[in-house]
């Protein structure tokens, strides 16, 4: 039997899959980015510092598609991952906040909204205490023993 999710559960494991999409995208652009480099006296040092932050921002991207397919599903562990690394993410945002203010906001921002989506009660996969159970109104259920 599939697992119900909550709109506020598939919300956030939507805008961690943004958020993976954003990143693979950055990891692009460091690599392409990283060929450019060798032309100057320090770009071998620069082009390999480049394809190695490249490779760490494609771990974290797999690392994010595989929390919000857990999260997308119900899956506790998958919760709790996605919070880690929303505070990650919020905690590498706060390394720029003098070069890049704005982005920063907007990165804590995104984070924290996703964190909240996801510890709100409503993101319960137990949808019955929240009235969305498939019993017809008007019934109950003994849990009496």
């Known amino acids: 039997m599939a697992t119900r999710v909550s709109t ?15 990143g693979m995208l ?10 450019r480099w060798g ?7 620069m082009e390999h510092r480049r394809i190695a932050l490249g490779m760490a921002v494609i771990l974290l991207v797999v690392a ?3 929390i919000a397919l857990g999260v997308a599903s119900g899956a506790g562990w998958a ?3 996605a919070i880690a690394i929303e505070v990650f993410v919020a905690f590498v945002a706060l390394t720029r906040f003098r ?4 982005a920063t906001l907007l990165a ?16 319960s996969t137990d949808d019955s205490r929240h009235g969305l159970d498939d019993r017809p109104s008007g019934t109950s259920v003994d849990t009496s023993g």
């Open 8 to 22: 506020r559960t598939v919300i956030a494991s939507l805008m961690l899959a943004a958020q993976a999409a954003i």
């Open 39 to 45: 032309r100057f006296a320090f770009g071998a040092t």
């Open 108 to 123: 804590i921002a995104y984070a924290a909204t996703v964190v909240a989506l996801l510890i709100s009660p409503a993101a």
């Open 79 to 81: 919760r709790i991952c």
């Open 99 to 102: 070069v890049h203010p704005i």
């Open 64 to 66: 994010t598609a595989v």
């Open 26 to 35: 950055t990891a692009l652009a460091l690599f392409a980015s990283a060929h």
